[in-house]
């Protein structure tokens, strides 16, 4: 790859995520300050993802990879969520502005794959190349983080008050829109011909590889990637709000922690997975999850709010150790036949089945505690995703053996391996 090539990959990924970074973070906040939404109005805008997660197959599965140029569809996807994002920025209310985050979801969502398409199709080694690229999507996600904080203060308690949180939308806008051009000049990746390209939908969502639930680790595994998302859903819905209205200086910069901390334990990942095995890798990541709330629960914004960097720092282990240690079983698992359908299977499950019931899960407990009239709101939310995901975590402990052993650990960058393995992988 030469070194152009490579300046406009890393652009293009730097984009994707600073875009998504965003507003997406504190899309909570501004739901509940802006538009006056309740925690279930909350839940339906957040659970968008979810349904942009189920469509976006169809759009790569049926459309990108069979009739059209990869770097076309996605600047055409980005061109339509910069129109999106700013009937989103000029919507006074939750009706108007319903409609069209769930449009840009369902436009977005197949973008996270299409950056990966491009960028592999432009690799002759993507195990060493690839993680040099998709490092700089990060990088874009924690510089969105810290312009809202630390650049523009538009989530400072004064900020939020005058409404400036409306302003995420239009930054998140205009990066779309130069996106959505700059993928025009991105190298031309068309589509692959092939003979035995299928049109079945089993194919497309991966439900060949229902077969492998056969298997009863397996299955096990499957299922608590599907109720360890609930747990995960109240992070991305909850978190920010909560900073926010403790009184958390700067809550959305400091948010950026989880993803340097992703980073960071990205590269450990493999020692852990190779010394230790899948078992112990993936209940560390579980048992993360219940310490991380536990921590939110009981931490406040003075003393100790150390509690609270803990727990979002805690991001890169809840993350890592669960999610990309779980593509790596997967793909040993499945073997050659349904290595990408089994990765497809999972991602719709959990990105998909697994944080729509999140989202909805995680509306309903607000929306009851704040009609009971809660003295610790905050606290009584935050122990009901720790109770889930130990819950979880034993479970899995108990019941999952992994007779065949601990699977091969990989030094694969994340994502390598199914150019739509990382269709909805948050930062």
Known sequence: MNSITRIKLSTMMFLEFFIWGAWFV???????????????ETASVFSTQSFGAI?????????????????RILGILHLIGAFLMYQMYSADNIADFYPYVFAYMVAYMPTLALVNSVSFRQMTNPEKEFSTIRVWGTIGWIVAGLSISYLFHWDSSEGIAQGFLRNTFMMAGIASLILGIFSF?????????????SNRIADILG??????????DFLIFFISSILICIPLAFYYQNAN???????????????TLGQISEVLFLLL?????????????????????AVRYLLFAYGNADELSFMLIVGIALHGICYDFF????????????????????????????????MLIGFWVAGFISEYYKGAGSENFWQDVWLVPAGIAAVVALLFMLFFKDKQGPAVATDKPFGVGSERQELTSLP
């Open 55 to 71: 469509i976006a197959p169809f759009i790569i599965g049926l459309i990108a990879d069979k009739y059209f140029n990869a770097e």
């Open 207 to 216: 439900l060949d590889a229902i077969s492998l639930l056969k298997n009863r």
């Open 323 to 354: 999610f990309v240690s779980g593509q790596i079983y997967t793909d040993a698992r499945a073997g050659e036949k349904y290595k990408s359908s089994a990765q497809g299977l999972v991602t719709l499950a959990t990105y998909g089945v697994g």
């Open 269 to 289: 990942l493999p020692v852990f997975f190779s010394r230790y095995g899948f078992k112990k890798t993936i209940l560390v990541g579980m048992f993360a999850w």
């Open 241 to 255: 709000p909560f900073l926010t209205e403790v009184g958390l200086d700067n809550p959305t910069g400091k948010m």
């Open 185 to 197: 000049l991105l190298p031309k990746t068309p589509p692959v011909k092939q003979q035995d390209k």
């Open 26 to 40: 504190t899309l909570g906040t501004f739901l509940g300050n802006n538009l006056k939404a309740s925690e279930l």
